[in-house]
């Protein structure tokens, strides 16, 4: 027969696992397609974007990151212009 603390144990909570910087960049770039203007500030990210990308340090991380990647181009500190460009490879002839 189990003891009053065996029976009292609570079985050990889920965890979140955190989201790596890629993930979070992958998320704002999702947004992105969808987000009407051609400019992005940190403000519109911290205020528009999906939630978990809403912290200062990570909306900016996730900016930095597509920056690196071609899909922003900075043009201050805290503002990007969005370079939209097609999805799908084009065929030149």
Do not use: C
Not at 10 to 32: F, I, V
Not at 46 to 54: D, F, H, T, V
């Amino acid at each position: 027969m189990p003891t009053i603390f065996e029976r009292l144990r609570r079985p050990p909570a889920e965890q979140k696992t955190e989201q790596q910087p890629q993930e979070q960049a992958a998320m704002l770039l999702n947004w992105l397609l969808r987000w009407p203007k051609s400019e992005l500030t940190l403000s519109d990210v911290r205020n528009y974007a999906p939630r978990p990308i809403r912290n200062k340090e990570i909306a900016f991380r996730s900016a930095r990151i597509l920056a690196a990647h071609g899909h922003l181009a900075p043009l201050a500190a805290t503002k990007w212009q969005i370079i939209r460009r097609p999805l799908t490879p084009t065929s030149s002839r």
